[in-house]
């Protein structure tokens, strides 16, 4: 229905109205006013991600990326050519919230890391921990990748795995925490 009315003689301005019957079922008006956690499902479905995806899977393919980068361990290095340890740690963090469609931290050094987890209670046995934990030692910090092993970016390798069960990494005294981001 068309309605028109004159704002009045002085003004020349008319007011045109038009009303309209919205007829949706339920399950059409449920269609398009998503919640945004179904939507970002959706979103991640169209990227060829499954919505049972968990954070720990996800990780593990992020961190499967950065080994195949094959880059260099670089000072103070924030990627893509050559990170450091927290630049590296921070990166993967971000990529796997990124991809769960959550927000990412900020960045922060080795120290900063531990610092905040251990303030948190979130320190855990190293035999404890899982795919995307923290672990770190006196100025190093990177993640779990399984079982045995930590990916991290250090000196002698770039952004590589080593064993922090009985590796070299393990003669560092590392301290392992929970993820609280994940």
Known sequence: MLLTKKLGAHTGLTLVLLSTTLLLSPSSFAQRHKAPSESRATNQEKKGESKSSTPRATFLSIANQMLELKTYYVYNGNG??????????????????????????SYRT????????????????????????????????????????????????GISKANFISGWA??????????PWF
Do not use: Q
Request: hydrophobic content about 25%.
């Open 80 to 105: 893509p050519k050559g990170w450091d340890c927290s630049h590296a740690t921070t990166a993967m963090i971000n990529k796997t919230l990124s991809a769960l469609g959550k927000d990412t931290i």
């Open 110 to 157: 080795s120290t900063t890391y531990r610092n905040y987890l251990r303030s948190r209670g979130l320190k855990i046995s190293c035999r404890e921990a899982k795919p995307g934990d923290l672990i770190g030692w006196s100025g190093h910090i990177g993640l779990v990748y399984d079982s045995n092993n930590l990916i991290s970016s250090h000196s002698s390798g």
């Open 170 to 179: 393990s003669n560092m005294s590392p301290e392992c925490f929970s993820n």
